[in-house]
């Protein structure tokens, strides 16, 4: 247990640091008077003492941390600081610990899914920090990305000459993970704002304004209203949140870049973006179609909004909805929610494998078609005009491999507990890929809480696990990682 000091004093800070998060929403209901003070108040109280017991008791436990205990460290963060996070649901709503842990854990993977109704008459605090969550989870996948995922070998920051444009090939960014962090999350400041003040000007409320752009930047999906963004029926609305929920589901290194640079070059060379985006604009011009030709909606223009919308939305996994396309034709409800097993770039605060895997996967296929035609032949895997390693190539074709097995998995464990197959299906695909709404019984016109208790906690393991990509959590249940 000694070893395990210094990084439970590391932790320790971090709780520090995260109820210091808290006392944004306890002021703000201090300030606004609705009530959920308390709660706040009480949750703060909890986690800086926790904080501070485990940082002071263990100060001189001091020293570099290994690899093995960065792992430990972020499955520790993932799955305790909800614990914390939940506090001010169970103590200002009332409601069980499992839906609400399942709430705080939805936040802070940046997931959307619900358990909550009534949200237009809930205090402003409980939705601002329900928001606030995805914001700071949004770009908490991004450092982790940049940090610890590579260290797995499973297309993460060793495939940034590969799927990164520019000066980054040779400079990592920037030398040091600490300054490579602090550009980003600026960039991710920069973009939060600019949406907030847009959803502003084009008629939110200022707070309405601030707790959707918390929401959109991180691709998390809660809304401050039952009718999520319906409830606002606005197309000038609906275009701004589209435009940034696809800013969010490129690499934000890919931003920092352009606007390190002051350059559009970046974009233009980024080897996941032409995919993104091509993939994005031939589903939505294919869908349209499809329910115009059922006149599912009485235009075509009218047809291309909805569909545009809800595609761009479920495909980048934020999930916000302005109808319920639970009604649509079921093929139209499987794709887009296909769409987000893979759409989302490295790098990005979106869920799902990531399109640069998506590409490595889909080229390494073509490859063995041509050496099963051609067995001489040397025909090597390369995104833009780089090969991918050999290393690489198998670290991404073993996450594939995982990833199916853990969907295949988890659907039949829900289907055991009595569930339809469609719901146990869509459920643990939205969780997984952190999408949040699925179909049928957790479709856009439901939420999770007609699931049982069981069946939450396996849904809150699948958000848990498509946030930490599935390895970084795998690997600290091994019994190879707790041997000496």
Same mark, same amino acid.
């Given at each position: 247990?000694?070893?395990?000091?210094?990084?439970?004093?590391?932790? !320790?800070?971090?709780?520090?640091?995260?109820?210091?998060?808290?006392?944004?929403?306890? !002021?703000?209901?201090?300030?606004?008077?609705?009530?959920?003070?308390?709660?706040?108040?009480?949750?703060?109280?909890?986690?800086?003492?926790?904080?501070?017991?485990?940082?002071?008791?263990?100060?001189?436990?001091?020293?570099?941390?290994?690899?093995? $205990?960065?792992?430990?460290?972020?499955?520790?963060?993932?799955?305790?600081?909800?614990?914390?996070?939940?506090?001010?649901?169970?103590?200002?709503? !009332?409601?069980?610990?499992?839906?609400?842990?399942?709430?705080?854990?939805?936040?802070?993977?940046?997931?959307?899914?619900?358990?909550?109704?009534?949200?237009?008459?809930?205090?402003?605090?409980?939705?601002?920090?329900?928001?606030? #969550?995805?914001?700071?989870?949004?770009?908490?996948?991004?450092?982790?990305?940049?940090?610890?995922?590579?260290?797995?070998?499973?297309?993460?920051?060793?495939?940034?000459?590969? &799927?990164?444009?520019?000066?980054?090939?040779?400079?990592?960014?920037?030398?040091?993970?600490?300054?490579?962090?602090?550009?980003?999350?600026?960039?991710?400041?920069?973009?939060?704002?600019?949406?907030?003040?847009?959803?502003?000007?084009?008629?939110?409320?200022?707070?309405?304004?601030?707790?959707?752009?918390?929401?959109?930047?991180?691709?998390?999906?809660?809304?401050?209203?039952?009718?999520?963004? %319906?409830?606002?029926?606005?197309?000038?609305? &609906?275009?701004?949140?589209?435009?940034?929920?696809?800013?969010?589901?490129?690499?934000?290194?890919?931003?920092?870049?352009?606007?390190?640079?002051?350059?559009?070059?970046?974009?233009?060379?980024?080897?996941?973006?032409?995919?993104?985006?091509?993939?994005?604009?031939?589903?939505?011009?294919?869908?349209?179609?499809?329910?115009?030709?059922?006149?599912?909606?009485?235009?075509?223009?009218?047809?291309?909004?909805?569909?545009?919308?809800?595609?761009?939305?479920?495909?980048?996994?934020?999930?916000?909805?302005?109808?319920?396309?639970?009604?649509?034709?079921?093929?139209?409800?499987?794709?887009?929610?296909?769409?987000?097993?893979?759409?989302?770039?490295?790098?990005?605060?979106?869920?799902?494998?990531?399109?640069?895997?998506?590409?490595?996967?889909?080229?390494?296929?073509?490859?063995?078609?041509?050496?099963?035609?051609?067995?001489?032949?040397?025909?090597?895997?390369?995104?833009?005009?780089?090969?991918?390693?050999?290393?690489?190539?198998?670290?991404?074709?073993?996450?594939?491999?995982?990833? #199916?097995?853990?969907?295949?998995?988890?659907?039949?464990?829900?289907?055991?507990? %009595?569930? $339809?197959?469609?719901?146990?299906?869509?459920?643990?695909?939205?969780?997984?890929?952190?999408?949040?709404? !699925?179909?049928?019984?957790?479709?856009?016109?439901?939420?999770?809480?007609?699931?049982?208790?069981?069946?939450?906690?396996?849904?809150?393991?699948?958000?848990?696990?498509?946030?930490? &990509?599935?390895?970084?959590?795998?690997?600290?249940?091994?019994?190879?990682?707790?041997?000496?």
């Amino acid at each position: 247990m000694h070893r395990f000091y210094p990084l439970l004093r590391v932790f !320790g800070a971090l709780l520090i640091g995260f109820s210091l998060c808290l006392l944004v929403p306890m !002021g703000l209901s201090w300030y606004v008077a609705d009530g959920a003070h308390t709660a706040f108040d009480t949750a703060f109280l909890a986690t800086l003492l926790s904080g501070s017991i485990l940082f002071l008791g263990l100060y001189r436990e001091a020293r570099e941390m290994k690899v093995r $205990d960065g792992f430990l460290l972020v499955v520790l963060v993932w799955t305790v600081l909800p614990l914390f996070a939940c506090l001010p649901f169970i103590i200002q709503l !009332g409601i069980s610990p499992t839906d609400a842990y399942f709430e705080a854990m939805s936040g802070l993977t940046a997931t959307g899914a619900t358990v909550l109704s009534g949200l237009d008459q809930m205090p402003l605090s409980i939705n601002f920090w329900r928001t606030f #969550m995805h914001w700071i989870g949004g770009m908490g996948v991004v450092v982790l990305a940049v940090a610890i995922l590579p260290l797995l070998g499973i297309g993460g920051r060793q495939m940034f000459k590969a &799927e990164v444009p520019g000066p980054m090939k040779e400079a990592s960014l920037t030398p040091r993970i600490a300054e490579t962090a602090k550009g980003l999350w600026r960039v991710y400041l920069l973009l939060t704002i600019a949406c907030g003040l847009t959803l502003w000007q084009l008629g939110m409320e200022p707070w309405d304004a601030l707790m959707h752009a918390f929401s959109v930047l991180g691709l998390g999906g809660f809304s401050s209203k039952d009718a999520s963004l %319906g409830h606002f029926n606005s197309l000038e609305i &609906e275009l701004a949140v589209m435009f940034f929920a696809l800013l969010s589901g490129i690499n934000y290194a890919t931003h920092f870049m352009a606007l390190h640079g002051r350059s559009l070059n970046p974009y233009r060379k980024d080897a996941e973006a032409p995919y993104f985006l091509g993939v994005l604009a031939a589903s939505i011009l294919a869908l349209s179609i499809y329910l115009w030709s059922l006149d599912v909606f009485s235009s075509f223009g009218e047809t291309l909004r909805y569909v545009a919308f809800h595609t761009i939305s479920l495909a980048t996994s934020l999930g916000l909805a302005t109808a319920d396309y639970g009604q649509w034709p079921f093929f139209a409800q499987i794709w887009m929610l296909f769409l987000g097993s893979f759409i989302a770039c490295s790098g990005s605060t979106g869920g799902g494998i990531k399109m640069i895997r998506a590409m490595i996967l889909y080229k390494q296929v073509y490859r063995e078609l041509i050496c099963a035609m051609h067995p001489s032949a040397l025909w090597p895997v390369r995104i833009k005009r780089s090969v991918v390693p050999q290393n690489v190539l198998s670290g991404v074709m073993a996450f594939g491999f995982i990833y #199916m097995v853990s969907i295949v998995s988890l659907t039949l464990l829900m289907s055991f507990t %009595g569930l $339809d197959i469609v719901t146990s299906f869509s459920a643990v695909v939205a969780c997984i890929n952190n999408t949040g709404p !699925g179909l049928n019984l957790v479709g856009p016109s439901s939420n999770f809480s007609v699931l049982t208790d069981f069946q939450t906690w396996v849904c809150t393991f699948a958000m848990l696990l498509g946030r930490l &990509e599935i390895f970084t959590l795998l690997v600290v249940l091994t019994p190879a990682f707790w041997r000496k």
